[in-house]
């Protein structure tokens, strides 16, 4: 039960976290027209985000469910399940609006291969959704180990097809006016259980990108 922790905590050590916002204070408002601008950094950042707080979470129920001592503000471990279930519950419901709304986004820029990698992570997120909810109506011990044991693997495939969706950005420098562009990753290149991923690329016409657009490289203040 413990490997695939192991893999999840070496995935989310190397998922990129390396965007537009990167530099920027994260308390400072964005009007609605510079967030769209800064997609899908903007969003990659907040699932980085969610991610890490399901993992954490699920490392949390994993304590409960060996016995251990149960959170504060639990009298007893199921109840201490309960609430952590729910909390989940809500990390992954957020986790899944979030990768619709950027699925709607490039479903409406015609964008194929966007549409097809992010379809992918969102499949995993609702996967995880419902592992969720099935560990919820589990009514034995040995039935919600059971139910762990495959939302564990579940978060482990869902993080491993966001990194493959986000990570790479980092090394990717797109001169001034140039667009930031997920292309799709040679087969032969892609990780194990990774079906599809993005190979971040510069554009100088934002007509040719078939993937995920990200922001245009500003020109520098003179």
């Avoid at 469910?65 to 639990?74: F, I, K």
């Amino acid at each position: 039960m413990m490997r695939w922790k192991v893999i999840l905590n070496s995935v989310l050590l190397t998922t990129l976290f390396l965007s537009p916002l990167a530099g920027q204070k994260r308390s400072a408002p964005h009007s609605a027209g510079t967030a769209s601008r800064l997609e899908p950094f903007r969003s990659f950042a907040i699932l980085d985000a969610k991610l890490s707080l399901l993992t954490s979470q699920q490392a949390s129920l994993e304590a409960s469910l060996n016995g251990r001592a149960p959170e504060s503000g639990a009298s007893t471990p199921a109840q201490s399940r309960a609430k952590l279930l729910n909390s989940m519950r809500v990390t992954s419901a957020d986790i899944r609006r979030l990768t619709a709304h950027l699925q709607s986004r490039y479903a409406r820029q015609h964008r194929a291969f966007g549409v097809k990698i992010l379809k992918l992570l969102r499949a995993r997120a609702n996967a995880v959704h419902r592992d969720i909810y099935v560990l919820q109506r589990a009514h034995t011990e040995s039935s919600a180990r059971v139910a762990d044991e495959r939302l564990g693997k579940g978060i482990v495939a869902l993080v491993l097809q966001f990194q493959a969706v986000s990570g790479g950005y980092a090394t990717t420098q797109c001169a001034a006016q140039e667009w930031t562009c997920c292309e799709p990753k040679r087969t032969k290149d892609l990780m194990p259980g990774v079906q599809a991923a993005c190979r971040w690329t510069c554009l100088p016409n934002s007509n040719k990108c078939s993937g995920l657009l990200g922001p245009r490289i500003p020109r520098s203040p003179r």
